[in-house]
């Protein structure tokens, strides 16, 4: 379980393919504090460390992972938002983030204004009935404030920390990211639709 607070950005060192799988090798300033078997969320996406050497680790995708997220976009040099597991009895910043990416989103916007950046997403019309005006939704791993809510788009504001700190600064037109939309949602999507039957 995560919170979308973002510790840092860390880069994609090295790219390896073996049958379905692809493991990536992450450089990272906390790698030191890592251990083997940890969960650790990569643009959203709760990956298992695998092996560490040095400043690097290893974590590994598999197909499922790879079809329903961006990691598959990943390229050598890229630079990703990290965060690792919520410690029980920590304060809770962002929401409930549980490092399953749900869907991938397009960014069909970005304006920068005046000490911050806008950003608006166009997602499949499936998820709709996720995203409701002022609720919580995690985009690459960042627990964020949606508005302008329509069908199958919403809005984010970033402020000058989060663009700085996150890989939002490097997102443009375009874009594709992960999103992750609030569990609690889902939840109550499911009981309503058990309901029906």
């Excluded at 809770?92 to 005046?114: N, R, S, Y």
């Amino acid at each position: 379980m995560f919170t979308g607070i973002i510790e840092g950005m860390a880069t994609i060192a090295e790219i390896k393919h073996e049958g379905s799988n692809t493991h990536f090798i992450i450089d990272s300033t906390i790698t030191s504090e890592l251990k083997v078997d940890q969960s650790v969320a990569h643009n959203g996406v709760c990956l298992t460390v695998v092996s560490i050497d040095g400043s690097r680790y290893q974590v590994t995708a598999v197909a499922e992972t790879l079809a329903k997220t961006n990691l598959g976009t990943w390229k050598t040099g890229d630079h990703i938002n990290i965060e690792r597991a919520m410690k029980l009895g920590d304060r809770l910043d962002g929401h409930f983030v549980q490092g399953h990416v749900d869907a991938t989103a397009e960014c069909i916007e970005k304006q920068t204004l005046e000490g911050s950046w806008l950003y608006r997403f166009r997602f499949s019309k499936e998820f709709g009935p996720l995203v409701i005006e002022k609720g919580s939704i995690c985009i690459n791993g960042v627990s964020l404030t949606v508005f302008n809510v329509g069908r199958d788009e919403c809005t984010v504001t970033i402020i000058p920390y989060t663009y700085a700190h996150t890989n939002f600064g490097k997102l443009d037109k375009g874009s594709v990211v992960n999103m992750e939309f609030d569990v609690l949602g889902k939840y109550l999507l499911r009981m309503r639709d058990l309901e029906k039957n």
